[in-house]
């Protein structure tokens, strides 16, 4: 069975900098590709690696020159992980690996997909050879960087970020707004894309400044080969008022400007919404009775990303002063999925295309979407920090988990997990508590699990002579804070007991 809690966690292989063109990988006199198995590792695709690897021990009396040749010498445990696969995980991989994609394909409101994976609107998808290079390494389409017929001027910097413990982005910060290029260069960019790559989508996106233009953007889109058409209602980074977020935080403008553009185009048209709003839906349902025929979301979350103690400037500060920008990256995505849960939950908005994006790295933070009700898939953050090579992963790991259930295609899982999410806690179970069970061989004696229960839970883990964890059945209430603060995952949930009714 794909197992989702890792056999090789991140940090047991936090000095490897994923590089470009690995060194490491150059040097492999077996040509197994060292660093390729390590990137799938890191995105979760550690039984893809395993089963990529030769019959045999491929590092067999191989004095580890992968190892010597990394641009960390010695840090990087690379022969470790190449046998943790073999030996840890490969005799549990039982979903064959396949070349076959077909189980990838989808729709995209009529437009067929190799895959549900698109580059979502933003500096990832804004020129012809960006485009070109990703539709070559497997993507299925890219939603292009906005469209508009305004002056644009970076800042500089305009990027800024909150790293993990691993040194990767967890948070990322942007004050970029829209395509810099002119309205007639971006038309000949999707001429040049749909004449180069028929079989991939071309998603326009486009920001109007009124309702003509609104119009007249999706209609010049339509006319130079863009496949469909995303109206961006969400961008929170525009100087001018009345643009980007401010337009989808008022369901009557949303309504509006898509009926401009349903009216000028016979293409699909999506509206992309933002998350700076309480509900989605109210958003939503202007966009449906405009005419959309689909909705993208999340775009970014307006935020502010430090504050330094000695000038005073939150990040990324330019000359003297920063401002409010828009968040992303995996930080976002339980945000994301909420958002995406509640628009499929809607009875109004049944039978629309939910194209969805916030924190996707992983292929299982794209099921994840998915199995809340998303057809298709954006990415930006991800491919800004690792590139378009993660495409691998994403396919390879999403194709196996869809051939290990039995699925045919992506739509057979979409929405599963809707069922099971309420909107509220009210609805849950309250009689049974879940307690912990402590692994004694896999346990450390940190203690961790001693000191959390103490100062932030219930007091009911006492420490014993081995310094090992001993639970308090009278005083646990099965809150779990032990197994997630866990450094070692040496606990997990165990036997349930009925709570004892209060007098």
Same mark, same amino acid.
């Given at each position: 069975?794909?197992?989702?809690?890792?056999?090789?966690?991140?940090?047991?292989?936090?000095?490897?900098?994923?590089?470009?063109?690995?060194?490491?990988?150059?040097?492999?006199?077996?040509?197994?590709?060292?660093?390729?198995?390590?990137?799938?590792?890191?995105?979760?695709?550690?039984?893809?690696?395993?089963?990529?690897?030769?019959?045999?021990?491929?590092?067999?009396?191989?004095?580890?020159?992968?190892?010597?040749?990394?641009?960390?010498?010695?840090?990087?445990?690379?022969?470790?992980?190449?046998?943790?696969?073999?030996?840890?995980?490969?005799?549990?991989?039982?979903?064959?690996?396949?070349?076959?994609?077909?189980?990838?394909?989808?729709?995209?409101?009529?437009?067929?997909?190799?895959?549900?994976?698109?580059?979502?609107?933003?500096?990832?998808?804004?020129?012809?050879?960006?485009?070109?290079?990703?539709?070559?390494?497997?993507?299925?389409?890219?939603?292009?960087?906005?469209?508009?017929?305004?002056?644009?001027?970076?800042?500089?910097?305009?990027?800024?970020?909150?790293?993990?413990?691993?040194?990767?982005?967890?948070?990322?910060?942007?004050?970029?707004?829209?395509?810099?290029?002119?309205?007639?260069?971006?038309?000949?960019?999707?001429?040049?894309?749909?004449?180069?790559?028929?079989?991939?989508?071309?998603?326009?996106?486009?920001?109007?400044?009124?309702?003509?233009?609104?119009?007249?953007?999706?209609?010049?889109?339509?006319?130079?080969?863009?496949?469909?058409?995303?109206?961006?209602?969400?961008?929170?980074?525009?100087?001018?008022?009345?643009?980007? %977020?401010? +337009? @989808?935080?008022? /369901?009557?403008?949303?309504?509006?400007?898509? *009926?401009?553009?349903? =009216? !000028?185009?016979?293409?699909?048209?999506?509206?992309?919404?933002?998350?700076?709003?309480?509900?989605?839906?109210?958003?939503?349902?202007?966009?449906?009775?405009?005419?959309?025929?689909?909705?993208?979301?999340?775009?970014?979350?307006? %935020?502010? +990303? @430090?504050?330094? /103690?000695?000038?005073?400037?939150?990040?990324? *500060?330019?000359?003297? =002063? !920063?401002?409010?920008?828009?968040?992303?990256?995996?930080?976002?995505?339980?945000?994301?999925?909420?958002?995406?849960?509640?628009?499929?939950?809607?009875?109004?908005?049944?039978?629309?295309?939910?194209?969805?994006?916030?924190?996707?790295?992983?292929?299982?933070?794209?099921?994840?979407?998915?199995?809340?009700?998303?057809?298709?898939?954006?990415?930006?953050?991800?491919?800004?920090?690792?590139?378009?090579?993660?495409?691998?992963?994403?396919?390879?790991?999403?194709?196996?988990?869809?051939?290990?259930?039995?699925?045919?295609?992506?739509?057979?899982?979409?929405?599963?997990?809707?069922?099971?999410?309420?909107?509220?806690?009210?609805?849950?179970?309250?009689?049974?508590?879940?307690?912990?069970?402590?692994?004694?061989?896999?346990?450390?004696?940190?203690?961790?699990?001693?000191?959390?229960?103490?100062?932030?839970?219930?007091?009911?883990?006492?420490?014993?002579?081995?310094?090992?964890?001993?639970?308090?059945?009278?005083?646990?209430?099965?809150?779990?804070?032990?197994?997630?603060?866990?450094?070692?995952?040496?606990?997990?949930?165990?036997?349930?007991?009925?709570?004892?009714?209060?007098?």
């Amino acid at each position: 069975m794909i197992r989702t809690d890792p056999m090789i966690p991140r940090s047991d292989m936090i000095r490897c900098v994923l590089c470009g063109d690995p060194p490491c990988s150059a040097a492999c006199p077996r040509g197994i590709d060292p660093a390729g198995l390590l990137r799938s590792v890191w995105f979760r695709n550690e039984q893809g690696a395993a089963l990529r690897l030769p019959d045999g021990d491929p590092c067999a009396g191989c004095a580890a020159s992968c190892e010597g040749a990394c641009v960390r010498p010695g840090q990087v445990p690379i022969r470790e992980l190449i046998s943790r696969l073999r030996t840890q995980v490969k005799p549990e991989a039982e979903t064959p690996v396949t070349k076959n994609e077909d189980r990838l394909k989808c729709d995209f409101l009529g437009v067929p997909l190799e895959n549900p994976f698109l580059l979502s609107s933003s500096v990832v998808a804004s020129t012809y050879d960006m485009c070109a290079r990703a539709f070559d390494l497997g993507w299925a389409g890219a939603c292009y960087k906005t469209v508009c017929s305004l002056d644009i001027h970076e800042a500089s910097p305009r990027f800024s970020a909150i790293s993990g413990d691993s040194g990767g982005i967890i948070g990322f910060k942007n004050i970029e707004q829209l395509s810099d290029h002119s309205v007639a260069e971006n038309m000949e960019t999707f001429r040049r894309l749909k004449k180069a790559y028929p079989g991939k989508l071309i998603l326009a996106s486009v920001m109007g400044q009124d309702e003509k233009e609104w119009g007249l953007l999706a209609r010049m889109c339509e006319d130079n080969g863009a496949d469909a058409v995303e109206l961006n209602f969400s961008c929170p980074n525009m100087s001018e008022g009345g643009l980007g %977020s401010d +337009i @989808g935080q008022v /369901p009557e403008l949303v309504e509006r400007f898509t *009926a401009s553009a349903k =009216r !000028s185009c016979s293409i699909p048209v999506l509206a992309k919404l933002t998350p700076n709003v309480k509900l989605m839906a109210p958003a939503a349902e202007a966009a449906q009775r405009g005419g959309a025929d689909g909705i993208a979301a999340i775009n970014t979350i307006k %935020s502010i +990303i @430090g504050v330094n /103690p000695h000038t005073y400037i939150s990040s990324p *500060a330019v000359h003297g =002063r !920063s401002a409010v920008g828009g968040y992303s990256g995996n930080a976002v995505k339980p945000i994301a999925l909420r958002f995406i849960a509640e628009l499929a939950a809607d009875p109004v908005l049944s039978g629309m295309h939910l194209s969805a994006m916030g924190g996707i790295e992983t292929w299982q933070d794209a099921l994840e979407f998915i199995l809340l009700g998303a057809q298709s898939l954006q990415v930006t953050t991800a491919v800004m920090q690792y590139g378009y090579r993660i495409i691998d992963d994403l396919k390879e790991g999403l194709s196996m988990y869809l051939t290990e259930k039995g699925f045919s295609s992506v739509g057979e899982a979409a929405g599963l997990g809707l069922d099971t999410l309420s909107a509220t806690t009210d609805a849950l179970e309250r009689d049974t508590v879940v307690f912990p069970r402590f692994d004694r061989e896999k346990c450390i004696g940190c203690l961790r699990c001693v000191v959390s229960c103490m100062d932030g839970g219930h007091q009911a883990i006492r420490v014993d002579e081995n310094r090992r964890p001993v639970l308090n059945g009278k005083k646990c209430v099965g809150c779990h804070l032990c197994i997630l603060v866990c450094p070692q995952r040496a606990i997990s949930p165990g036997n349930k007991r009925v709570r004892p009714i209060r007098n």
